[in-house]
């Protein structure tokens, strides 16, 4: 199965001034775990995750001041649609991280995290068993 088929198309794109409380309460009222951050001064997509917003609150800072653009990761791993799940998720385990932005000829294509590759590689049929 290629990151394609696994792979979230409706991603949400932040914008590098939104405070981490707002991304907060975007990516729990979207239930997703990470953002597509597109600041036209960073030189190409970044990410925002749930644990840049923990790590940030951890440390006392103020997420009604905070900007995303402090806590974006900018240096990301990307993927391609084409590649393997099993690429994504040694690509996943070699950094240390959770999410992959998806690149289609440089233009983000979605999100693909470690989720969704479990939900491919062992999808539920009914109940699992206690």
Not at 42 to 50: D, V
Not at 53 to 79: M, W
Not at 101 to 112: C, E, K, N, S
């Amino acid at each position: 199965m290629l990151v394609r088929d696994a792979m979230s198309t409706v991603v949400l794109t932040l914008g590098p001034d939104h405070t981490l409380r707002q991304a907060a309460a975007l990516m729990s009222a979207r239930r997703v775990g990470a953002a597509l951050v597109l600041d036209p001064d960073a030189g190409g997509p970044g990410i925002l995750t749930e644990r840049d917003i923990l790590n940030s609150v951890g440390l006392g800072q103020d997420p009604d001041t905070e900007r995303i653009h402090a806590h974006t990761t900018n240096n990301v791993v990307f993927a391609a649609p084409a590649w393997s799940l099993q690429e994504a998720a040694r690509a996943m385990a070699h950094g240390g991280f959770r999410h992959l932005i998806v690149l289609d000829r440089g233009t983000p294509a979605g999100i693909v995290s470690v989720r969704d590759i479990i939900r491919c590689w062992a999808p539920t049929e009914g109940r699992l068993a206690a």
